[in-house]
């Protein structure tokens, strides 16, 4: 099946729930190299306009849309059917801030997880989830420096399996690197194991005039490589001004030909330094005739 322009084929399977007298949901998403575009907006989930002004600029529609949950936040299914209409995938990276990992693990927070997972599969279609994202990088509560990685590991595990318990097998699990760089911890203390990740994430930007894709990701994907052969997906990039717009060719070129499923664009702008970069693409020229050259040179080949 296809849905719309975006090509994204999935198959939808309805069986009997004897746990939940509901029916479950089975959803999968192909995986040929270079065939996502991908992108975050300000304002998702509550807002999708901002969606129409980036596939403008970029010519296409995306295939993936995402936004980020706050824990006890419930799935936003209006946004991820406003989405379905144009053809896109919604992808969400659920934050744990508020929450225990050891406690996610024990089964704490299960009244909110399985009223989560019953929106997701009552929606009934492909869903990407992400949770606990850079997990091996210090700046968040739940990451490296914060908590044992063991502890991450429960909590994955627990959140994947209560998903599946509730018939929510329409999920797309995304393990959301960071990208390794200093202060990162050995990415691999942080694998659930492949029977609980259906992709692998990795997020990364563009900084400095010196970057290049295998400065960015390289390390990373060869590290991933060496414990799964997962499909990989750059699950949050951009290239900023402080980079120079010229090298958004670079990040597509390396994301084709490092076999990615494709990227999902960080269009946000940010005013705090070099790690703060405004990031949009609609408003510099450009970064607008790199971005459309870059979709049309290099994910337009995806077989």
């Given at each position: 099946?296809?849905?719309?322009?975006?090509?994204?084929?999935?198959?939808?399977?309805?069986?009997?729930?004897?746990?939940?007298?509901?029916?479950?949901?089975?959803?999968?998403?192909?995986?040929?190299?270079?065939?996502?575009?991908?992108?975050?907006?300000?304002?998702?989930?509550?807002?999708?306009?901002?969606?129409?002004?980036?596939?403008?600029a970029?010519g296409?529609?995306?295939?993936?849309?995402?936004?980020?949950?706050?824990?006890?936040?419930?799935?936003?299914?209006?946004?991820?059917?406003?989405?379905?209409?144009?053809?896109?995938?919604?992808?969400?990276?659920?934050?744990?801030?508020?929450?225990?990992?050891?406690?996610?693990?024990?089964?704490?927070?299960?009244?909110?997880?399985?009223?989560?997972?019953?929106?997701?599969?009552?929606?009934?279609?492909?869903?990407?989830?992400?949770?606990g994202?850079?997990?091996?990088?210090?700046?968040?509560?739940?990451?490296?420096?914060?908590?044992?990685?063991?502890?991450?590991?429960?909590?994955?595990?627990?959140?994947?399996?209560?998903?599946?318990?509730?018939?929510?097998?329409?999920?797309?699990?995304?393990?959301?690197?960071?990208?390794?760089?200093?202060?990162?911890?050995?990415?691999?203390?942080?694998w659930?194991?492949?029977?609980?990740?259906?992709?692998?994430?990795?997020?990364?930007?563009?900084?400095?005039?010196?970057?290049?894709?295998?400065?960015?990701?390289?390390?990373?994907?060869?590290?991933?490589?060496?414990?799964?052969?997962?499909?990989?997906?750059?699950s949050?990039?951009?290239?900023g001004?402080?980079?120079?717009?010229a090298?958004?060719?670079?990040?597509?070129?390396?994301?084709?030909?490092?076999?990615?499923?494709?990227l999902?664009?960080?269009?946000?702008?940010?005013?705090?330094?070099?790690?703060?970069?405004?990031?949009?693409?609609?408003d510099?020229?450009?970064?607008?005739?790199?971005?459309r050259?870059g979709?049309?040179?290099?994910l337009?080949?995806?077989?």
């Amino acid at each position: 099946m296809l849905i719309a322009a975006a090509a994204i084929a999935y198959a939808v399977t309805r069986v009997g729930s004897p746990s939940s007298r509901r029916a479950a949901a089975t959803a999968s998403l192909p995986t040929r190299p270079a065939s996502y575009l991908g992108v975050y907006e300000p304002g998702a989930p509550g807002a999708y306009e901002p969606v129409a002004g980036f596939a403008k600029a970029a010519g296409r529609q995306p295939d993936i849309v995402g936004y980020f949950s706050g824990w006890s936040q419930p799935f936003a299914a209006p946004f991820a059917e406003r989405a379905r209409s144009h053809g896109a995938v919604t992808i969400v990276q659920i934050d744990p801030t508020y929450a225990l990992l050891p406690a996610i693990a024990a089964g704490a927070y299960d009244s909110y997880l399985r009223s989560y997972a019953d929106s997701v599969r009552d929606f009934g279609h492909p869903v990407i989830i992400g949770f606990g994202h850079e997990m091996n990088a210090t700046w968040y509560p739940w990451g490296y420096g914060h908590v044992p990685p063991a502890t991450f590991v429960a909590a994955w595990r627990h959140v994947v399996t209560l998903f599946r318990g509730q018939g929510a097998g329409n999920v797309t699990w995304l393990w959301t690197l960071q990208a390794d760089t200093t202060g990162t911890g050995p990415v691999r203390s942080w694998w659930p194991g492949a029977n609980y990740v259906t992709w692998v994430g990795i997020d990364g930007y563009y900084y400095r005039p010196s970057d290049t894709f295998a400065s960015v990701f390289g390390h990373t994907i060869a590290q991933v490589r060496q414990f799964t052969a997962k499909p990989l997906l750059l699950s949050e990039t951009a290239v900023g001004p402080g980079a120079g717009h010229a090298k958004i060719s670079n990040l597509f070129t390396g994301m084709r030909r490092y076999g990615t499923l494709g990227l999902v664009w960080f269009d946000m702008a940010q005013h705090r330094g070099i790690y703060h970069q405004d990031w949009r693409i609609e408003d510099s020229p450009a970064a607008e005739a790199a971005f459309r050259q870059g979709v049309r040179d290099e994910l337009a080949r995806a077989p």
